[in-house]
């Protein structure tokens, strides 16, 4: 049986079964908890406890019907082909070894390619490399039972913070390029074996805890602290972000954070506004006194079509997700955050925020990471995502900039198109953008492309859910 059969029968259980018996329990103790808090023969403290255990009893109601709706109660599979190259934020996985391409001539993962000694420089590490960067990916996703947002009973993000949750993962990825390095790899089942892999547990540890689920300072990155700066940007808790939201939302919380953590001095976040990137503008951001640079994250919304994406940027998409210097995309299906991180032939490879977790105290010692990477790598046709997006690249120096500036125009303009660039995913402008138009109101440029993001689906199929095996074909 195929992965997708196998998927519909799974799904179609879980729908018939486990949800009804979720719901029942769901009404059933909400119901009693109700009564419970009605009682006139109840004492305040004792109300105020029975209150509290009803919120902590409907956020895990909450979180059991999440999951099961998204497909993380089931074990479903994937697959990867072995006949087509897997990418991967700019870098290229292949199951087979060999630079002919011809099945007879093909190496397993595992064996030695004596006869090839460079075949590795051309088709990367394999698959099993291909595993180990993607579980080196930081994941973020639904989180519950954290202090209470301010000015709001939200303990939880469960179902409206997954566009939030997606943005987090699009700068995790940014600062561990940023600390790190692109090559960086988490090794889960090997201890720490010297003091460069001890100090880049420290500085992996640290990129966390910047993410940790409450408002504090040492979590300057925080869902809280995004929501709250949000509210300049008429959000508000509970509210559903679209992808250029949230883009302006990680440049107000990065400046936020610069002013209290020396570590963001040398970064900085550019937003393109109406899919253009003024050359001027970075310059100013990013050039410092002394003649150095500021490394640069570089965010650009753009919508590719009206309703649904228009086929002819998908090859310009997935060719993005083959440089160096992108570091995914946020988007997804409407109304169902997706951060996508490389591609297989026409389907995207992505991390899901869909899975609610219990949040975790990243500020005890030694904490579990386990929660903050994900072993299953999820697939989705490149046709089912919306056309409303945002593309992220990372830059740490001028010279980088210059070189993206250089070669990026090739990736935008859609095959088939006539030498005059006609309809780019972006454009890139000498200038200043002041110079070029009067500055619309910031709520213009935050809305115009968020119609699909801001109700909650009803209904949502997951047509493409996949378990923790990665299987070949």
């Known amino acids: 049986m195929n992965g997708t059969n196998s998927l519909t029968s799974s799904s179609s259980f879980i729908n018939s079964s486990e949800t009804s018996d979720i719901r029942t329990a769901f009404n059933m103790k909400v119901e009693n908890i109700n009564r419970a808090t009605s009682s006139k023969d109840n004492t305040r403290d004792s109300s105020e406890d029975l209150l509290d255990l009803k919120g902590k009893v409907e956020s895990r109601l909450l979180s059991m019907w999440n999951n099961v709706k998204f ?33 007879e001539s093909s190496t397993e993962i595992g064996t030695e390619a004596t006869a090839h000694e460079t075949v590795e420089q051309i088709y990367g590490e394999g698959i099993e490399g291909f595993k180990s960067d993607f579980v080196s990916r930081i994941w973020m996703t639904y989180r519950r039972e954290f202090p209470t947002m301010a000015g709001s009973t939200y303990t939880s993000d469960c179902g409206w913070g997954c566009m939030l949750r997606s943005g987090q993962m699009l700068l995790a990825q940014a600062l561990i390029c940023h600390f790190l390095g692109r090559s960086w790899r988490w090794l889960p089942d090997r201890p720490i ?12 540890r640290m990129i966390i805890k910047w993410f940790g689920d409450k408002s504090s300072v040492n979590s300057p990155l925080s869902i809280h602290q995004m929501v709250s700066l949000g509210e300049t940007l008429g959000k508000k808790a509970g509210d559903w972000y679209g992808p250029a939201s949230v883009a302006h939302c990680l ?8 002013k209290e953590n020396y570590e963001f001095d040398n970064l900085e976040i550019y937003v393109a506004q109406e899919s253009t990137v003024y050359l001027e503008d970075v310059n100013s951001l990013c050039r410092l006194p002394n003649i150095g640079w500021k490394s640069l994250i570089l965010l650009v919304p753009v919508k590719l079509g009206t309703d649904k994406l228009n086929p002819i940027y998908g090859p310009c998409l997935t060719s993005l997700l083959t440089l160096d210097f992108c570091i995914g995309i946020i988007g997804g299906r409407p109304k169902h955050s997706l951060y996508f991180v490389g591609y297989q032939d026409d389907r ?16 005890q010692p030694n904490f579990s990471l386990q929660s903050f990477h994900c072993r299953s790598p999820r697939k989705m046709p490149i046709s089912k995502m ?6 992220g690249f990372y830059l740490p120096t001028q010279h980088d900039f210059e070189t993206f500036v250089n070669v990026i125009r090739t990736f ?8 005059t660039n006609e309809y780019p995913m972006f454009t890139i402008q000498h200038g200043s953008r002041k110079k070029h138009m009067d500055p619309p109101q910031i709520r213009y440029s935050i809305y115009e492309s968020e119609l699909n993001w801001t109700t909650a689906a009803v209904q949502d199929s997951d047509t493409d859910l996949e378990s923790e095996e990665f299987v070949l074909v």
């Open 71 to 103: 497909g993380w109660t089931v074990k479903l599979k994937t697959t990867f082909s072995k006949e087509s190259p897997v990418w991967l934020l700019g870098r290229c996985y292949h199951r087979k070894l060999s630079p002919s391409g011809s099945l």
């Open 251 to 258: 440049k107000a919380v990065m400046a936020a954070a610069s």
């Open 348 to 363: 995207l490879i992505h991390l899901d925020p869909h899975y609610c977790q219990e949040m975790v105290d990243v500020w």
């Open 386 to 391: 919306d056309p409303s997006c945002c593309i």
């Open 412 to 419: 935008l303009v859609p095959q088939g198109m006539s030498s």
């Open 193 to 204: 074996q010297n003091a460069r892999e001890f100090q880049e547990d420290c500085i992996h």
